[in-house]
């Protein structure tokens, strides 16, 4: 159950319904990045985890809690999605090309950061971290929208995935 859900209150109830309950990725995918990076992987599926709202839409879909795994699969990003039982229910793939532009952006900036971290100012890093969060917040929500046909999700919830698609999509 998402945290702060109430376990009598009807609508934690629901909470708890819509969201995903478990998360993995693809290995085939997945490739070990620097220590950095690992670590925004493993904040951005423990935040996830933690408080999340993923619904399937559309006529005839199955309620949650989900399982998904997540892969790049012939320049696609596909949501596997299982019940809790590992029934699978469908895929959901997007193309990933309209996302390449953001994530080269994102991770440029994010090389930025991280070097900025350790010889700038405060008031530097900062600068530097408006901008990361900035291009962030831009590619949850082109995820969102993308998703939007098949997935009702919130920003909060979109934003942890784009983390985990740019952490599956960037390549050495």
Known sequence: MPSGADPN???GEDEAKNSILKMTLDEDSFLRRRPEIEHERAVALFDLLE???FELSGEGAVSGPYHVNL???EDRLVFALSTVDDDAIQDVALPV???RSI???YFMICESYFDAIKTMSPRQIEAIDMGRRGLHSEGA???EERLREHVELDHATS?????L???LHMRG
């Open 103 to 105: 994530i080269k952006d």
């Open 165 to 167: 698609l740019c952490v």
């Open 9 to 11: 209150n009807m609508s």
């Open 71 to 73: 892969a790049l699969k």
């Open 51 to 53: 408080s999340n709202h």
């Open 141 to 143: 929500q082109m995820l």
């Open 159 to 163: 934003r942890r995935l784009f983390t």
């Open 97 to 99: 090309r309209p996302f």
